[in-house]
């Protein structure tokens, strides 16, 4: 999708402070961090969020999902961290390519919404 914004990162148009990548996962720090660590995990095919995941198209999820336990180690997590996958409007999704928040580093407060 050449208007995506986490296209043009994953196509190097944008840069990005990279933090893992596979076959089909990026990850990347976020740019306006809401907690010590807020990393991006995302498809590196274009998926417009979690509401367009069908069974066709489901690997890409699950692999950044499986992706996930290994950075958060990386990132020094062991206590624990939170991970959030905003969609539509009302959910507070700002970019239109399927990513999830892996957020730690810190107590979390207890309100996710
Ligand atoms: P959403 O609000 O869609 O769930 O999350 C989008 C996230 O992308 C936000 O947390 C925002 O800070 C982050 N973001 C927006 N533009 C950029 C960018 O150019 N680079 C990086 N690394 N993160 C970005
Ligand atoms: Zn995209």
């Not at 296209?7 to 076959?23: H, Q, R, Y």
């Not at 062991?78 to 959030?84: A, Q, S």
């Not at 409007?89 to 399927?98: I, R």
């Not at 892996?102 to 919404?113: D, H, P, Q, S, V």
């Amino acid at each position: 999708m050449s208007d995506c914004l986490f296209c043009k990162i994953l196509a190097g148009e944008i840069p990005s402070a990279k933090v893992f990548e596979n076959d089909a996962v990026y990850a990347f720090r976020d740019i306006n961090p809401q907690a010590p660590v807020h990393v991006l995990v995302i498809p590196k095919t274009h998926i417009p969020s979690l509401d367009a995941l069908t069974a066709e198209n489901q690997e890409s999820a699950t692999a950044c999902l499986l992706a996930i336990p290994g950075i958060a180690k990386a990132e020094g997590l062991e206590t624990g961290y939170r991970v959030i996958s905003n969609v539509g409007e009302d959910g507070g999704q700002t970019v239109k390519h399927l990513h999830f928040h892996l957020i730690g580093g810190k107590k979390l407060g207890e309100k996710m919404a």
